[in-house]
DNA sequence: ATAGCTGCAAAATGTTTGCGCGAAA
DNA sequence: TTTCGCGCAAACATTTTGCAGCTAT
């Protein structure tokens, strides 16, 4: 990947920010250093910035559109039904799921982003066993 | 809400899924019944039916289309990153997430959906004691 | 009779993409 | 000097909406 201006106030504008922006809004807040910059750029570097993990989107459920985010790890977020606000959640508050999951699915979770994301049962055997 | 054929069918034929259809497939699906039917009124009457409590949106991340499911209690759902395939979760995996979160955040958890949503401090402490 | 629903098509929204130019390697 | 990223605008995908006619009450 190739340096870029764009891409690298585009991350260091969000990496400043304790909020979750749709690309519209940061657009917005990284127009205001470099004004020419466009929606369409902020959408490809961010699309890379996701790719290369060094930002994550955060999908929100009631919301049209991705959130971005690049501080700290992975997490949940919890969404406020009275005023929208989205608040940071620990990974402590999800200890006991992982367990629970697996033993009465059999399914790994791997991630606590918005969803459980992980392997089913039939995915885990064919893995151990391959064809 | 008045009756209408087209929102009984939408809902029958929801009803009998044990998948998580999006707008369109349920439109392809309804068509076999009913092939005048358009996907606009597809779209009106799942929203009415959401709003009446009658269907779930399922909001899967990573997917661009909302789905819909109209079966059982409200869950969670685990995606599996290998195929796809959508679990239901149960209640139980969940039990101990809500009192976490009230201890750490003390945010109240109402629901369990692909996001955790509820009530945050700020706007517990403004509606026991209101303006 | 009339409020509310329909099908249709156009609009709205959020995101992606093709293009020709300019900047990074 | 070649490759890749840019700005721009058009395309795209999903969902919503305005309208004129039909249907349930």
Known sequence: MKYSKQR????KTL???????TAEELHVLVKRNLPSI??????RNLGQLVDSKLVRKV????????RY?????????L???????????TPQMFETIDVKVKAEVG????????????ICK?????RKKPS
């Open 38 to 43: 466009s929606l369409g750029t902020v959408y």
């Open 8 to 11: 690298e106030l585009i991350l």
């Open 59 to 66: 999908e929100v459920a009631g919301s049209s559109s991705v």
């Open 122 to 126: 039939e995915c885990q055997a064919k």
């Open 15 to 21: 990496r400043q920010l304790d909020t979750h922006p």
């Open 107 to 118: 399914f790994t979770v791997n991630n606590h982003g918005i969803i459980l994301q992980g």
């Open 79 to 89: 969404i406020c039904t009275e005023c929208g606000s989205i608040i940071d959640a």
């Open 69 to 77: 985010e690049a501080k700290g790890e992975e997490h949940c977020h």
